[in-house]
Every structure is written in structure tokens, then in C-alpha cells.
């Protein structure tokens, strides 16, 4: 199989390098993007966004991934501190993203210290 370069193990398709000049992956991620924004507080999950745009789960989460990284989307927590998630189509939990503008930071809770926890520092890891 011909090499792309040194590094590279596979060979691009010419509809993959079409794609990625055609610049889909910013149409999707506006698309994504417009989708979570109208979803407001509720927020969604790859598999919600999957079925509203009519694309599949493996077209949008990459998309998510990439907004994600860049701080525009934002994992929902629930109270407990853990991720929300919610039952996909095939039964599986999903985690629940919602936009960064309607994002509801919530205060952290004062640590509770007591005589064991003077001098330790704190490990604890909120994202």
C-alpha cells in the first residue's frame, strides 16, 4: 500500500481528502454547535444531536470532541459531581454536553477540614 508520507501508515482516499478540503468539518461543527444552542439548558448528547441532523453518531462526535477542547461546549455535572447522562437509542448512557453561554456554574462546596487535613493539599480534581 503507497505511503501519504513516512509517517503515515494509510492511504488517504481522494473522497477524504475532498472532504477535507470542502471544509464539512466546519459545517458540521456549526451544525452541532446551532443544535446545542437551541437545546438551551437541557443540553444533549451525541446520540440527540445524531438523530436531529440526520447524521451519524460517528459523523457528529468528533465535532463534540473538538468543541469540547476548545471550551465552546461543556460536560453537564450533576449534583454529586458526576457526569449527567442520559439512555441513547441502542440503551447505552451518553454524556450531556450543553453550550458554554447557558452553562449553570455551580459553587463548589467549602472543603470540610478537620485536624487530619491540616498541612495536606488538596488532590481533589473538578473540571
Sequence with gaps: MPLNS???RRQLSPESLEAFASGNKQRSRVRVLE???SCRERGATVDEVSAALGVPPNGVS????ELHRSGTILK???PDGKPLRR???AGCGAGVYVCGEFANPTPSPEPQT??????VRDRSYSE
Design 6 to 8: 513516512s509517517k503515515t
Design 35 to 37: 443544535y446545542l444552542r
Design 62 to 65: 468528533g465535532r463534540f470532541t
Design 76 to 78: 453537564v455535572i450533576d
Design 87 to 89: 439512555t441513547t437509542r
Design 114 to 119: 478537620s485536624l487530619f487535613d491540616i498541612g
